[in-house]
């Protein structure tokens, strides 16, 4: 998956927070959860107009960026 399938930005839209494509919910929610310990699953409990694979999408995206940005500062 792209970027653009799985998450928008829209100034009308959580004041134009990063949001799951399609919902409200902001993306840094899931990484909130994460960080606080709690599951992918009890995220997708919480918030079930996020789709499985846009959540795994955006973590997957995530990793590579980290990677991208790893691998900038050791060259």
Do not use: H, N
């Amino acid at each position: 998956m792209d970027i653009d399938d799985v998450v928008s930005v829209d100034p009308e839209v959580m004041s134009g927070a990063v949001v799951f494509k399609g919902t409200r919910v902001p993306v840094s929610t899931l990484f909130e959860y994460l960080k606080s310990g709690d599951s992918l699953a009890e995220f997708l409990l919480d918030f079930p107009t996020v789709d499985r694979l846009q959540a795994e999408a955006v973590i997957r995206l995530a990793a590579a960026d980290i990677e991208r940005l790893a691998g900038k500062k050791a060259a």
